[in-house]
């Protein structure tokens, strides 16, 4: 089996920490974000692809934004050796 996506494992790895300071089951997690706890344990460890609106619903449940959630995932992928092709300035959003 290859190594997993860094990015997912980061994703795994943030939705265990996050859970973890909550005291949250995956049990209780998957009761309350109507995401089946088997599939949380396979988030968790990589194994699972979730989409952007599965992780709305795990973000959303455990109290913070999607985006701070993809975030932590982003940060800890970059910790294992991850990186992102840089962002043009002209590519950026305006704010």
Known sequence: MS?????LAGLGE???ERRDELGVSQERLGLESG???NYIGGIER???RPTVVTVA???TTLGIRP???LGKAET???QDGASWPPVAQ???PQQ
């Not at 190594?3 to 990015?7: R, S, T």
């Open 35 to 37: 995401v089946h706890r």
């Open 46 to 48: 990589a194994e699972r």
């Open 90 to 92: 002209a590519d950026r």
């Open 67 to 69: 985006s701070e959630l």
């Open 3 to 7: 190594a997993p996506d860094p990015l």
């Open 57 to 59: 619903k795990l973000a």
């Open 76 to 78: 800890r992928a970059e």
């Open 14 to 16: 943030a939705i265990r």
